[in-house]
């Protein structure tokens, strides 16, 4: 059932530093890109998002790039923080319906 | 501004029992999701509830059950349990003439021992 695959599994990044995480997807009928931030024993909770008419959006030190001919889309986390310490995932889905997850990464970022 | 409430927190049923997960979207949505989250994993679609009618279903048996209340809250329903049912059950709200956005509650841990 898997139509988004993100990579890597695991990160780490030093206090300040770029994270980058990037996500493929196959279906090309997908038109809505959100990326979720998941604390332990929390609910995955939306970070940002795109649409495929725009090949970036920025939030503050979130910002999504988005390559429609290749069919991907990575989160980069600039500054990054010890808070920032999360599992992230990115996901697809079109009309808002049955969002397809990526399988996370783990973001740990050393202080 | 209450956003997206689920109960239980937890629960443990044993195999081939029933269990109901409660779920009461972030106040203004009218559309819920359910989601099955393995430990490691992303979270996986089960169906989605708008108007009190199930408009789309992923990739689930029909053990998996669900309602929709007109007050926008809903259950999810899991007959004869089985040990590959342990997971973090996640309910997501939306708008859905509205925007694309979902909304995740804290979810609900089932263990099935």
């Known amino acids: 059932q898997q139509q988004v695959k993100q990579s890597p599994q695991s990160l780490i990044v030093q206090k300040g530093g770029i994270s980058i995480i990037n996500c493929a997807y196959e279906?090309?009928?997908?038109?809505?890109f959100p990326w979720y931030q998941q604390f332990p024993g929390k609910g995955p909770a939306l970070l940002i998002a795109?649409?495929?008419?725009?090949s970036e959006k920025k939030e503050g030190r979130f910002t999504i790039s988005f390559n429609k001919s290749a069919k991907q889309f990575s989160l980069h986390i600039m500054d990054s923080q010890p808070g920032d310490s999360a599992t992230y995932f990115c996901?697809?889905?079109?009309?808002?319906?049955?969002?397809?997850f990526g399988a996370g990464t783990r973001l740990t970022v050393k202080p | 501004d209450a956003g997206v409430t689920q109960s239980p927190t937890h629960l443990i049923k044993t195999r081939g029992q029933q269990v109901t997960l409660r779920c009461s979207p972030k106040?203004?949505?009218?559309?819920v999701s359910w989601y099955q989250q393995a430990l490691g994993q992303g979270p996986q679609f089960i169906f989605q509830?708008?108007?009190?009618?199930?408009?789309q279903r992923g990739n689930f048996p029909d053990r998996f059950s669900g309602h929709q209340f007109p007050n926008y809250s809903s259950e999810l329903n899991v007959n004869a349990l089985l040990l590959g049912d342990s997971a973090l059950y996640l309910c997501?709200?939306?708008?859905?003439?509205?925007?694309?956005?979902?909304?995740f509650g804290p979810g609900t841990r089932l263990t099935v021992t």
């Open positions: 997501a709200s939306s708008l859905l003439q509205q925007g694309y956005e979902q909304y």
């Open positions: 279906n090309t009928a997908f038109d809505y």
């Open positions: 795109i649409r495929p008419d725009v």
């Open positions: 996901a697809a889905s079109r009309l808002g319906n049955d969002m397809r």
């Open positions: 106040s203004g949505h009218d559309t």
């Open positions: 509830y708008y108007e009190e009618e199930e408009r």
